[in-house]
Every structure is written in C-alpha cells, then in structure tokens.
C-alpha cells in the first residue's frame, strides 16, 4: 500500500484546510486509517483516525475542530480542518494498515497567528 498525502499549506488562525490520503491497494478499504502530526520539536503524535466503516476518533487537542472522513471505493481520506491555530502547525501524515504499518510522505500545515 501506498499513500500520497496532499492538502497541506500556510494559513491564518481561524482559518481550515482540508488534507487527502490517497491510497494504492485494495488493502485500505479494510483497515483502519490514522493522522498523525509532527510538531516542531516534538514526538509524533495522534491526531485522528477513522475506522474502514467510517468511526471517527480524536484527539482531545483537535475534537470539535477536525472531522475525518473516508470513501473506500475512493480510496482516499480527508482530514477536515477547522478554527485553526498556531500551534496546530506541523507536519501531517497518514498512516493504515495493520499497526499503522503504512504511512505517507507527511504534507506540511503551517499556522501563522
């Protein structure tokens, strides 16, 4: 499997983005996807992630704000991004498979207050 992450870019607090994860292989539409971010200077993180049926998760720092989606025929998944702020700055990636054991290229989010 392989993943193109797309979507990425610089803009103002308060503003959205919306990133995409293509996939290649059959294998996405059954497993799991996740979002991850780097931010500079810190561990990689968990963002989001969104079951093959569709259940979303969040994390704390993100929830309200962020909305996961996917289409499976698509083989493709967003990360809806909303009320940015600064510190949502960061590397983002997408990952699937069994323990997350592929991952995208990671596109850059950056935040300017």
């Known amino acids: 499997v392989q993943l193109q992450a797309s979507g990425g870019g610089l803009v103002q607090a308060g503003g959205s983005l919306r990133l995409s994860c293509a996939a290649s292989?059959?294998?996405?539409?059954?497993?799991?996807m996740g979002w991850f971010r780097q931010r500079p200077g810190k561990e990689r993180e968990f963002v989001s992630a969104i079951s093959w049926r569709g259940i979303p998760y969040y994390s704390d720092s993100v929830s309200g704000r962020f909305t996961a989606s996917r289409d499976n025929v698509k083989n493709t998944g967003w990360l809806q991004m909303n009320s940015l702020k600064p510190e949502d700055t960061a590397v983002y990636y997408c990952?699937?498979?069994?323990?997350?054991?592929?991952w995208g290229q990671g596109t850059l989010v950056t935040i300017s207050s």
């Open positions: 990952a699937t498979g069994g323990g997350y054991r592929y």
């Open positions: 292989g059959r294998s996405f539409r059954r497993n799991g």
